[in-house]
Every structure is written in structure tokens, then in C-alpha cells.
T-cell receptor, first 116, second 115 residues
Framework: NAGVTQTPKFQVLKTGQSMTLQCAQD?????MYWYRQDPGMGLRLIYY???????DKGEVPNGYNVSRLNKREFSLRLESAAPSQTSVYFC???????????????FGPGTRLLVL | AQSVTQLGSHVSVSEGALVLLRCNYS??????LFWYVQYPNQGLQLLLK??????LVKGINGFEAEFKKSETSFHLTKPSAHMSDAAEYFC?????????????FGTGTKLQVIP
């Protein structure tokens, strides 16, 4: 089991460029999440997908779009990158709320994004 | 609305001393509460969680936390700090209401262990 994988690990963009962050999980989890982590602000939820075929906005969705491609994959797209989007991005997955032990989130290693 | 407050962005303890990291929450529905740990340049991993049942929960690496509803707290403790405990710790609250799931993380507490 690889768990949650993210690509790329590191990316530098110029303002206005677009890119897609990829995330995949091999734990057959229903729910997937995208967070950004900034110093002193903890993790903030960008978007999440409670199940295949559904996506919902989190706390800070502006400037981002997501696609739940299938049960395994959940991508995050920046259409026109801005310096304010410089951050570390984490993908996570969980079994969902089908049972008591399925709400724990498992995190990927993160993508460090620098927007110049 | 729900929120999590972690008191102290940095905590320093001596090796062998008690570790106490504070977390208070606010929620209008029964919460699930978590502590995650993050080592440098890594993702978060679960230390422990409270869902239902016993209010004192034990996690990995000798950590434990007690859910106190009357105090709306979920503080993390460890009797004796080890150098390997140096990391950043995040408290998180998760609720599920009206078909919607909501997750909120605290801003984190960096633990420094002094030899």
C-alpha cells in the first residue's frame, strides 16, 4: 500500500500560469480532501469530495477547482496562479462517515508550490 | 460554526518532563476530535482520536488525551518527553450534520524538547 501519493513534490510557477496537483489513494476510501498549510494558520480546507462524483467547497476555495476523477484520484487545479497561492498543499483521504473508525484522515507527503 | 483553538504556538519542555498541549473547541453538534503530528517536511499522521465512548483516549508514542465536554477541551499529554517528540502538533475537530462533513484544524503547536 502506497497510501496517499501526491505529484509533483515541488513546483515553481509564474503569476498567471496554471497547473494541476495530482492526488491518488489506494485505500479504497470514499472521501478525499485538499488542504493548504501556511505558517501560523494551520491547515485550511480548500475542497473536499465526500464520495465519488461529489465535490464541495471548504474554507478557502477561491482560485481553485477540483475534479474527482474516480474513487482513487482527486486533482486540484490552479487556473491562474497568484503569489498568495504560494503554500504547501496536502491531499488526504478517509473512509468517510460510514462507520466509527472511518473518519481518520490519511495525508500525502505534500506539494510545495512557489508562485513568483 | 465550529472552531478549534490551540493555546501556545510554541511549547518547550525538558527531556523527561511532562508534555501538555492545549486544545479547546467549539461546536454545536457532537464532535469527533483528533490530534495529528507533523514532522519536518512530512504530511500529518494521526496520534489519537476521540469519537464516542471512553473519554480518555490513548494514542501512539505514549500520548493520551481526555475529552472534557464541560470544559470543551481535548488536551494532549505525555508523562515524559523524548527528543523524538519534537514536532508540530495539530488538534482537529470533525462534525457531520445535515449530510455535510466539516473539518477544522487548529493553527498548530510546535513542541521543542530540550536535552
Amino acid at each position: 500500500n502506497a497510501g496517499v501519493t501526491q505529484t509533483p513534490k515541488f513546483q515553481v510557477l509564474k503569476t498567471g500560469q496554471s497547473m494541476t496537483l495530482q492526488c491518488a489513494q489506494d485505500m479504497n476510501h470514499n472521501s478525499m480532501y485538499w488542504y493548504r498549510q501556511d505558517p501560523g494558520m494551520g491547515l485550511r480546507l480548500i475542497y473536499y469530495s465526500a464520495s465519488e462524483g461529489t465535490t464541495d467547497k471548504g474554507e478557502v476555495p477561491n482560485g481553485y477547482n477540483v475534479s474527482r476523477l474516480n474513487k482513487r484520484e482527486f486533482s486540484l487545479r490552479l487556473e491562474s496562479a497568484a503569489p498568495s497561492q504560494t503554500s504547501v498543499y496536502f491531499c488526504a483521504s478517509s473512509g468517510g462517515w460510514a462507520g466509527v473508525n472511518e473518519e481518520t484522515q490519511y495525508f500525502g507527503p505534500g506539494t510545495r508550490l512557489l508562485v513568483l | 460554526a465550529q472552531s478549534v483553538t490551540q493555546l501556545g504556538s510554541h511549547v518547550s519542555v525538558s527531556e523527561g518532563a511532562l508534555v501538555l498541549l492545549r486544545c479547546n473547541y467549539s461546536s454545536s453538534v457532537p464532535p469527533y476530535l483528533f490530534w495529528y503530528v507533523q514532522y519536518p517536511n512530512q504530511g500529518l499522521q494521526l496520534l489519537l482520536k476521540y469519537t464516542t465512548g471512553a473519554t480518555l483516549v490513548k494514542g501512539i508514542n505514549g500520548f493520551e488525551a481526555e475529552f472534557k465536554k464541560s470544559e470543551t477541551s481535548f488536551h494532549l499529554t505525555k508523562p515524559s518527553a523524548h527528543m523524538s517528540d519534537a514536532a508540530e502538533y495539530f488538534c482537529a475537530i470533525e462534525t457531520y450534520s445535515g449530510g455535510y462533513q466539516k473539518v477544522t484544524f487548529g493553527t498548530g503547536t510546535k513542541l521543542q524538547v530540550i536535552p
